[in-house]
Each structure stands twice: as structure tokens, then as C-alpha cells.
């Protein structure tokens, strides 16, 4: 607990930054009906997958936030040296960046799916979506961080490597809103977020003691 | 007996042994691909409803297996450097790497250019395709991780880890691209028809099939005694087997 406490204070320390990440989320969305059409029928076709894709590139944008200063004050070596298990570090670290980067964009869905002519139906199901989803996201980011942790060109190195993993949660959200919450992929997507939080965190915590260690 | 089995995990063993398998592997790579390409592209029919564009299929079948196969054959070497610490297995999974990557390129290449004569069009998001376009997203991600990571074992590590996740994941991607697709299926033509075909077609599919995988064992096998004599190069049993070359 007092790990979370930590990570949530480290990371709010500059609410800019999370800001900032919400802007970037709120003015992708904004950009595609410039670039595309105003037409709301049009619109609402892809708002969903829009809104889905804009939530995964504000998660890759954010990831490395929490990683990095701690790996580079060496916190992260007393963590992999530490007490506390190390796959419990890693899961606190993927619980402050869904906090901190993406659960702020699902609290901002509905301002944009009004920016994209969303039914309310549609909307409904879409953040019952990515509150099921995002987590798995975090769990990827937060793994495909430290893999590239301290490494150069590690922003673009990290959606080359997370890319192939974070198509099944996309998918999966996208199909589950869009059907206007048939169960079926509610189930899949809620499995795949149970077996990534039972598996991810222990990857994450063997990558950490491979990067600590580099 | 079990001895036999610890001596292939030795450099210098493996070595010895895989350069009296290579002679075997080069006859059964260059036996069978031309006698698959030359049976393949003039002796078999023509098929009724393609005419003569199908016969890329004797390329692009044996690549789209092969394309599979080699991410999990490297997956499971990347596996066993992480639990055994074999460091022969990280070179196999390092020398693997670069050419799984090219034999999923050739497998899109090929099929994109099968496309365009058989649907008319070079690409279609259908479940096949995206999924290979994704296996060929994971090779470059252990690629990149690989190299960015750096030759040391800690980058071997890294990409190791990498490609067992994408080994577990990928029953879970397949899955779930094969599911996005059958939703959004054109009721137009259908993509994954596998057509009952006479023996003199696939005679030399067969061919060429175990052909290509002979010519991928042959080629990762010299590529790995390369990273053998590489990375061993200041031992002494190197020295002794090259001494007139240094």
C-alpha cells in the first residue's frame, strides 16, 4: 500500500504531465473529424476504434514516466534488492500508470465521444470497455517500459515491441462496444485482463532484474 | 546416455557434430527446392479456375509454414537460454531471429502478389494475413530488442523474455484476429478455400515444403556455427581447428 502511495505521489508531483497526456488524448480526437468529415454518421463509425486507439497511444506515451527516474536514481535496484516481491512492485507500477494516464482519458470518454457523435448506448459500453481493457494495456506498457528501459530510442523501440501484444485488447474492447456489449467479448476481455494480471507482473519483475542488471 | 544429450549443449561439441549433419542438410536443400521450383512453375497442371498465377503458392505455402514454425523454433531456444542459461541457445535463438524475419517478408510478399491476380487486390485485412503481418511484428520487435539491447547476455536475456511472451501470446492474437475478422468477413469471395488438389500439385508442394524447412536448418546451422566461432573465438579449441588462420 504504502508502495502505491509512493507511486501516486511521485507521478502527481507534476499533474502537468498528466495533463498533458489528456490533452494529447482530447486533440487526436479532435484532429479526425478536420481531417476526415464533420458527418456524424460517418463519425460514429469509428468512434469507437478512434477513442480505443487515442487511450492505447496515450498508455505507450505515458509509460516510461514512472520507470525512468526510478532507474535512473536507482530506485529500481533497491526494489529488485528490496523486500518487497518484486512481481508486487511491478503490479503497484502498472496500478499507478492506469491511475495516473489512462484512467483520467476514461473519465474524459464521454466529452469525446460527444466530439464523435456517440449514441449513449454505444458510449456505455464503450467505458465499460476500457475500464475492463486498460488495465491489460497498463500491464503491457508497463512490461514493454521495462524491457526498454535505459536503451536508445526507447519510445519508438516500445510500440515495436508492444505493438503485436496490444492487439487482442484492442480488438476485443472495439468488438465488445461496438456489438453494444454482447457478452460474449465482455467475457474474453475480462479472462485475458485476469490471466495478464496473474502472468504479467512476474515477467515484468524477471525483465526488472535483467535491466537492473544491465 | 545422458551425457550425449548435456555434450549438445557445449559450444565445442555442437560445433563437431552440427558440421557433419551440414553436408546432409545442403544435399536435401538443394535436391529438393529445385526439383520443387522446376516440378512446381512448369510440369504441374494448371488450375482450373487460376490458370497459371497459382503457382507462386509452391513459393509462398512453404514460406507462410515456415514463417510459423521458425518464431516458435526461436521462441523455444530463447526458452531454453532463459531456464537451462545455455548461452548456445541464445546465439540459436539470436541466429534464428534475422531469418524467420525474412521468410514471414517473403511469405507477405508473396502472397500480396498472389493476391492481386487471384482478388484483385494486393492486400485484404483477412485473419491470415493480419496474423502473419503480426508474427512478422513480433520478429521485429525481438530484432529491434535485440539490437538496441545490445550483444551482451543481458540483451539475450531481454529478447528471450520478449519472445516467450510472444510465444504465449500468440494463440491469444491468432484467436482474437480470427475473431475480429469472421465479424467483418466480406460476403464477397472467400479467402481461405483449400482446394482439393491432384497428387501432381501437391507433389511438389510437398517438395518443396520439406525442402525449405532443410534449407532453414542449413542456413541457421551456419549462421550459428558463425556466432559459435564468434563468440569463442579467444578458446582453445578454436584456435586449434583454425590455428593456420589466425
Redesign the interface.
Known amino acids: 500500500m504504502s508502495l502505491l502511495k509512493r507511486e501516486l505521489r511521485l507521478l502527481l508531483r507534476s499533474p502537468a504531465e498528466v495533463v498533458q497526456s489528456l490533452l494529447f488524448g482530447v486533440l487526436v480526437v479532435a484532429l479526425f473529424p478536420l481531417a476526415i468529415t464533420p458527418d456524424p454518421d460517418v463519425l460514429r463509425q469509428l468512434s469507437v476504434g478512434l477513442i480505443w486507439v487515442v487511450t492505447l497511444l496515450t498508455s505507450l506515451l505515458a509509460a516510461d514516466r514512472s520507470l525512468l527516474s526510478d532507474f535512473e536514481d536507482g530506485s529500481l535496484e533497491q526494489m529488485v534488492l528490496g523486500v518487497a516481491p518484486l512481481w508486487w512492485v511491478c503490479l503497484v507500477k502498472s496500478v499507478g500508470h492506469w491511475l495516473t494516464a489512462l484512467l483520467p482519458l476514461i473519465v474524459i470518454t464521454p466529452l469525446l465521444g460527444i466530439m464523435l457523435a456517440m449514441t449513449s448506448e454505444t458510449m456505455l459500453w464503450l467505458m465499460a470497455s476500457l475500464l475492463v481493457g486498460t488495465p491489460v494495456l497498463s500491464l503491457f506498457c508497463v512490461?514493454g517500459a521495462m524491457?526498454?528501459l535505459g536503451?536508445?530510442?526507447?519510445g519508438a523501440?516500445l510500440l515495436?515491441?508492444?505493438?503485436?501484444?496490444l492487439?487482442?485488447p484492442l480488438?476485443?474492447g472495439t468488438?465488445w462496444a461496438m456489438t453494444v456489449g454482447q457478452p460474449f467479448y465482455g467475457y474474453?476481455l475480462a479472462g485475458?485482463l485476469c490471466v495478464s494480471l496473474m502472468?504479467l507482473p512476474f515477467?515484468t519483475a524477471?525483465?526488472a532484474r535483467?535491466?537492473v542488471?544491465? | 546416455m545422458w551425457r550425449w544429450f548435456h555434450e549438445w549443449g557445449s559450444p565445442r561439441y555442437f560445433y563437431a557434430r552440427s558440421g557433419r549433419l551440414l553436408p546432409y542438410l545442403a544435399g536435401l536443400t538443394l535436391l529438393l527446392i529445385p526439383t520443387g521450383i522446376v516440378w512446381g512453375l512448369l510440369y504441374a497442371p494448371a488450375d482450373y479456375q487460376q490458370g497459371h498465377s497459382y503457382r507462386i503458392m509452391y513459393v509462398h505455402v512453404p514460406a507462410a509454414i515456415l514463417a510459423q514454425s521458425s518464431y516458435a523454433m526461436m521462441a523455444a531456444a530463447g526458452m531454453v537460454s532463459l531456464i537451462w542459461r545455455l548461452k548456445l541457445a541464445d546465439a540459436a535463438m539470436q541466429t534464428a531471429a534475422p531469418i524467420g524475419a525474412w521468410v514471414t517478408a517473403i511469405a507477405l510478399i508473396t502472397g500480396a502478389l498472389w493476391g492481386k491476380p487471384m482478388w484483385g487486390t494486393y492486400w485484404v485485412w483477412d485473419a491470415r494475413l493480419t496474423s502473419t503481418l503480426?508474427?512478422l511484428?513480433?520478429f521485429?520487435?525481438v530484432l529491434?530488442?535485440r539490437q538496441?539491447?545490445g550483444p551482451?547476455q543481458?540483451g539475450g536475456?531481454?529478447a528471450a523474455?520478449?519472445a516467450v511472451?510472444?510465444l504465449?501470446?500468440l494463440p491469444?492474437?491468432k484467436?482474437?484476429?480470427d475473431?475480429?475478422f469472421t465479424?467483418h468477413q466480406p460476403a464477397s469471395f472467400s479467402v481461405t478455400e483449400k482446394p482439393a488438389m491432384p497428387i501432381e500439385m501437391w507433389a511438389p508442394l510437398l517438395a518443396m515444403v520439406i525442402g525449405v524447412y532443410g534449407w532453414f536448418f542449413w542456413v541457421w546451422l551456419l549462421r550459428l556455427r558463425q556466432e559459435i566461432r564468434e563468440r569463442e573465438v579467444r578458446s582453445e579449441w578454436i584456435r586449434q581447428r583454425y590455428q593456420n588462420e589466425f
Open positions: 512490461l524491457m526498454t536503451l536508445n530510442r526507447g523501440l515495436v515491441i508492444l505493438m503485436p501484444f492487439v487482442p480488438v476485443l468488438q474474453l485475458l502472468t515477467a524477471s525483465v535483467i535491466a542488471g544491465r | 503480426i508474427l511484428f513480433l521485429a520487435g529491434a530488442l538496441a539491447a551482451s543481458s536475456r531481454a523474455v520478449l511472451v510472444g504465449i501470446n491469444i492474437i484467436f482474437s484476429v475473431w475480429w465479424l
